[in-house]
């Protein structure tokens, strides 16, 4: 028997998961541009622009034990 995370049709078309899996993915995305300091290409309207990986939330951000690191003279 599968287990419910092993279970790809069942997951296919549990939007929740679908959503939990994309944010964690992209959190992790942002997560190595800030450790090699690379700007990410997102889309603002129709325009592709480039941000700061530092200019995006992260859960771990409001953490007051986490380090902060400064780029751009941002905290």
């Keep these: ?3 419910p995370e ?3 049709p069942a997951v296919w078309h549990d939007n929740e998961a679908y959503e939990r899996a994309l944010e ?3 959190q992790e995305a942002v997560r190595q541009h800030r450790i090699y ?3 990410i290409a997102v889309r ?3 325009e592709i622009v ?3 990986p530092f200019d995006i939330h992260l859960p771990e951000d409001d953490d007051p034990a986490m380090p902060k690191r400064v780029t751009n003279g941002k905290a």
């Design 1 to 3: 028997m599968n287990s």
């Design 6 to 8: 092993h279970d790809v």
């Design 24 to 26: 964690s993915a992209f």
């Design 37 to 39: 300091n690379l700007p």
């Design 44 to 46: 603002k309207g129709r």
């Design 50 to 52: 480039r941000v700061s």
